[in-house]
């Protein structure tokens, strides 16, 4: 009696943690939900962003080339198993150049539009709001020639 | 204790079903309205260092054959077969490196024809950029099937790109995560090569400033692209790619770059919001100079594909 209500279990556990994994978002599904997102840019390439919770905010970064006279758009997509709402800042050095959350008015933007006009090494610093934790995924697509 | 067993059981399968519906606690929390903690992380004084590590992740990106496909078309510049290589000279490729190298140069090749959807000549490409990358055991990324559909049937063209694109990352991501990081540099060079190639071409043909712009800007590139290759230097035959591509390195000292710099404009229209950078590139050299990078380019290329 012991070992069969022993195995019920593991088997009810097992069935329970695979239910919740099938409903989980794959990083691939969030590359395709951005890719949607981003509309008829034609995509570059993907960065797929996975922090822990943290104080300070954890940052991931990726150095990115990007040239001139190209229109570019960014589009995130957060996971919806994770809590975490990601931000994406475009810098140049020291300066931040692009954001898809802009503090001011408090507005987050699931894609936003870089216009280049210097080719070089820019920094992507993804990072999610409040320091939660979180996955997604960030697109990097092209839209035009300027 | 024996008598509890059934109840610790049960308690077991309520916790499961607690933590398998879980995730449901944690959706859509609407935080818009608070406001973004900068990380001090983000707060520094200095540039960002350009170390080899940093090096490494700017390979992913440093030549897109997609963006210099789209230069070209976006210059009206007509589709010219000949700048590309040929698929004949794919017996010319018998190393790994080599092949890695022809991964490159005719993947680069594989997104003009996309931009330019000429989806005839598509099948030949992917053709032979299937056999390299199965030759170098990386062919499971490369959606040849797919391809071939897509440009057989002329079905929608942007997934043409997307998943030639797509399959080209997942090539390098592979490469890199393998331990075989020496062939995604050598595929990255293939590609700048072939891309530079294609732009010095045009400039033979075309005297759009834009054009020549772009040739002296691949200063900047080479710049990441040598020090990338020089890590794996230890290899005889990157060893010797670096040799070939140092003359060109020494034409573009005399390429003078500079820039001014700006704030960025920030315009938001129906809900879409763009950022325009402000900053200028200046690009100068003289006409000798141009002439010899244009002719250094496409000398180097063709012994790379052993014309």
Redesign the interface.
Known sequence: M?RI??A??II??GI??T??NA??QSEEELVQIC?MIAG?A?????FRVKLDAGD????QR????L????KYRFTVCNS????G?V?L??????R???TT???GT????P???????????Y?L?F?F???KAGLAVGL?S?V??M | MKSRFPIVIVAICFLSIALSSCKSCSKDKDNLGEELVIPDSLKWDTPLPMGKPIIDELMQNISSPIETAALIKGLKIPFNKDYMASTKQEESFNTSFDKALALGIYGCDLGYLNMYEKTSFVVDYISVIKRFADDIQVGQFFDFETLKRLATNKENLDSLILISQQSFNRIDSYLRETNRSTLSAVIVAGLWVEGTYLTSRVAQTSNHPRIRETIGEQKTILGFLLPLLKAYSNDPNMSKLITQLEPLKNLFDNVKITYELGEPEMIEVNGELTFIQKDKQLVDMDDVTYKEIISGIQTLRNSLIKL
């Open positions: 012991k209500l022993l019920i279990a009810w556990v329970a943690f239910a919740r409903n989980a890719g008829e034609q995509y570059l390439k993907d300070p905010p954890p940052v990726i150095p990115i080339l040239k001139k006279d190209v919806k198993d994770f809590e709402k931000v800042q475009l810098f140049d050095n020291n931040m150049l692009a959350y802009v503090i408090g507005k987050d933007y894609s936003i539009d870089w216009v280049c006009t210097k080719t070089g090494a920094h610093f990072s709001r409040d320091g990097l092209l035009g020639m």
